[in-house]
Structures are given as C-alpha cells and as structure tokens.
C-alpha cells in the first residue's frame, strides 16, 4: 500500500476537475436534488473557479495517492481566503474528499495530517472545517481526530439552505 501527497499545480486543474465533481457527487447525490446537485457542481466546480482558486496564494490544494492513483484531494485555506472570518490564527480545511473506492484505507486521515502539518508551516493555532450536518460518517471521523463542534453556519446546495456544523481543533 503505497499512499503518496502532492501539492497540486496549474497544469493539474483537468484532474482536480474530474476529482471534485466525482468525489461530491459521490459523497451527496443520494441525499439532494439532481437540480440542485447539478446548480453546485457547474458553480462550485466549474474550470474557471478552479483556476480562481487554485491561483489564490492564501489557497492550497493536495492530490492523495494509493497505489499510485489520485484518490482524493484536500483544500485548505488560511487568511482571507478562509470562507468563514475565523481570525489570522485559524487555517480552513475548506474540502477534503476520498473517491469510495478509496475509502477505509486511511487516507482521510492522511489528508487530515497534512492540513494540520500545513497549519503548524503557517503559524496557525487552530484548525476548522464546515460539514453538512447530516454527514454522520464525517461527524464521527471528525470528533475522532479531536475536532468539537464550535457552531454552524448555512450551506446552500442549488437554491436549497443546508446546515453545516463548524468543527474546530487546536494544534500545538
């Protein structure tokens, strides 16, 4: 089991593309709207905003690898870039995803490690994250790796309102 993590690049954006819209389709397709899933994909996903934020120098992204295989990818987000106003000692771990064919091997955790390593690089205090509500394998994942929940904030899925728990832990 070889598991390997790149910082994505430009050139990396057709990739980061496919992986976003499979792994949230995968992730949320059962629980919503093919309308309101499809409004989120074209806006959320779509090349241009991508290549927004991917170029955002407050923004990072990261590519997992099993077996050689992209299999996941994380977003983190410090300063302004930080979709929440959390304060200049907290990074955003804005999107973590694992495609399911790639889930159970540790590679949530993987990517979790690299937010918090990506953090401590930064001189962050502390590490956030938004999750929907109803994503009780993400809750318990979470609280698993020492995140409580801080508060909530609203999600908009198409033209649906969702809750998203604030889950918040403090590093060393």
């Known amino acids: 089991m070889a598991i390997e993590i ?15 819209c499979e792994t949230f389709t995968e992730t ?4 919503n709207s ?3 899933m499809n409004a989120y994909l074209e806006r959320a996903f779509n090349f241009k905003q991508l290549e927004k934020e991917l170029s955002q ?10 077996n050689n295989k992209v299999a996941g990818y994380l977003k983190v987000n ?29 590679l949530g955790k993987y990517l979790l490690n690299k937010a918090i390593e990506t953090a401590r690089e930064c001189k962050k205090k502390k590490i956030w994250l938004g999750v929907w509500e109803k994503n009780e394998n993400a809750i318990a994942f ?31």
């Open 28 to 31: 949320f397709k059962d629980q």
């Open 57 to 66: 120098i407050s923004s990072q992204f990261f590519f997992v690898y099993f």
């Open 34 to 36: 093919p309308e309101n």
């Open 142 to 172: 979470y609280k698993k790796m020492g995140f409580v929940q801080t508060g909530a904030h609203s999600f908009y899925m198409g033209d649906e309102e969702q809750i998203d728990f604030i889950m918040t832990k403090t590093i060393i």
């Open 78 to 106: 410090i300063n302004d870039a930080q979709s929440e106003e959390m304060g200049e000692e907290s990074l955003e771990v804005e999107r973590i995803y694992i495609k399911e064919q790639f889930q159970k091997h540790g």
């Open 6 to 20: 790149n910082k994505c690049r430009n050139e990396d954006l057709v990739v980061l593309q496919k992986i976003s």
